[in-house]
T-cell receptor, first 118, second 111 residues
Framework: DTGVSQDPRHKITKRGQNVTFRCDPI?????LYWYRQTLGQGPEFLTY????????KSRLLSDRFSAERPKGSFSTLEIQRTEQGDSAMYLC????????????????FGPGTRLTVL | QQPVQSPQAVILREGEDAVINCSSS?????VHWYRQKHGEAPVFLMI?????EQKGHEKISASFNEKKQQSSLYLTASQLSYSGTYFC????????????FGPGTRLSVLP
């Protein structure tokens, strides 16, 4: 257990439905990342937050995806009008902010939410 | 841009050594190595920084060639528990930008 939790762990939905996932990072970590991973591939970056600010969003992310991190604590990832191609594992990771040259911090991953779109 | 990993897969006998490589076309600030077992989240192994600093597990070693933007992960005296998929992740020299994972190297250690 890394200290990062995700909910739900599994989600099955029908095409066209909206889904929302939640990530609770390690409390003192101010950076939070969302990734999508399909079978046999590495995690694909979706977006990341520093505190409550969404600093970067993948160009590959369609407008159907939105993420929030109100108050800089937990984060939610919403997918609207789901498509079968959205089926994947959605991973969340948290990390301390880099401070100064030579400071390095690893990402701590949550267990993921596996989404299946029928 | 996604880093390139090689080999794509490797099969070892317990006790044998392996090297996994990661290269990027971008100037890198850091390289991170993670191991993922089937159905589980990635687990941190090692960070290597531009400038030579490292942070990681005692039994794992790695190198980072800043001139070539390449990193190698060295697995010595492999154990059955080393089996899994190894990913390198890279941060560009403009650190704080997004984090990009490679496609992974699948390692199987047989008894």
């Amino acid at each position: 257990d890394t200290g990062v939790s995700q909910d739900p762990r599994h989600k099955i939905t029908k095409r066209g439905q909206n889904v929302t996932f939640r990530c609770d990072p390690i409390s003192e970590h101010n950076r939070l990342y969302w990734y999508r991973q399909t079978l046999g591939q590495g995690p694909e970056f979706l977006t990341y937050f520093q505190n409550e600010a969404q600093l970067e969003k993948s160009r590959l992310l369609s407008d159907r995806f939105s993420a929030e991190r109100p108050k800089g604590s937990f984060s939610t990832l919403e997918i609207q009008r789901t498509e079968q191609g959205d089926s994947a594992m959605y991973l969340c990771a948290s990390r301390s902010e880099l401070r100064g040259w030579g400071t390095y911090n690893e990402q701590f991953f949550g267990p993921g939410t596996r989404l299946t779109v029928l | 841009q996604q880093p390139v990993q090689s080999p794509q897969a490797v099969i070892l006998r317990e006790g044998e050594d392996a090297v996994i490589n990661c290269s990027s076309s971008k100037a890198l600030y850091s390289v991170h190595w993670y191991r993922q077992k089937h159905g589980e989240a990635p687990v941190f192994l090692m960070i290597l920084l531009k400038g030579g600093e490292q942070k990681g597990h005692e039994k794992i070693s790695a190198s980072f060639n800043e001139k070539k933007q390449q990193s190698s992960l060295y697995l010595t005296a492999s154990q059955l528990s080393y089996s899994g998929t190894y990913f390198c992740g890279t941060e560009s020299a403009n650190y704080g930008q997004n984090f990009v994972f490679g496609p992974g190297t699948r390692l199987s250690v047989l008894p």
